[in-house]
């Protein structure tokens, strides 16, 4: 029902910064704005977690501990985009990032992967040290 395709991964040093987006898109009249979405990611080796996640309004976000003062999610309606500006990269950042998108209910799962319907194929991010 709804694709989400991710996209502005790729390398980078640490301390430097990168723009991930993820568009949204759908043929059977998919309201963009209905949904809550989600950045997650998976390092090497380890589970897949929640970065940050933004409700359907888009006036509220939450923030995983590490993400906190450096990573920034928005959603610009206008273009069915959600977006993750990341700063100050350090290398325990390397993932893969997906963006993922819920109709359900945002609070208080708003970083659980089981909260989300839709899945992007994931952004690839590195950062060198």
């Known amino acids: 029902q709804v694709q989400l395709v991710e996209s502005g991964g790729g390398s980078v040093q640490a301390g430097g910064s990168l723009r991930l987006s993820c568009t949204a898109s759908?043929?059977?009249?998919?309201?963009?704005?209905?949904?809550?979405m989600a950045w997650f990611r998976q390092p090497p080796e380890k589970e897949r977690e929640g970065v940050a996640s933004?409700?359907?309004?888009?006036?509220?976000?939450t923030y995983a501990d590490s993400a906190k003062g450096r990573f920034t999610i928005s959603r610009d309606p206008n273009k069915s985009t959600l977006y993750l500006e990341m700063n100050n990269l350090e290398p325990e950042d390397t993932a893969m990032y997906y963006c993922?998108?819920?109709?359900?209910?945002?609070?208080?799962?708003?970083?659980?992967?089981?909260?989300?319907?839709?899945w992007g194929q994931g952004t690839q991010v590195t950062v060198s040290s």
């Open positions: 993922a998108a819920g109709n359900g209910q945002w609070w208080p799962r708003t970083l659980a992967p089981g909260n989300y319907n839709y």
């Open positions: 759908s043929a059977s009249g998919y309201t963009y704005s209905a949904y809550y």
């Open positions: 933004i409700n359907a309004g888009g006036g509220l976000s």
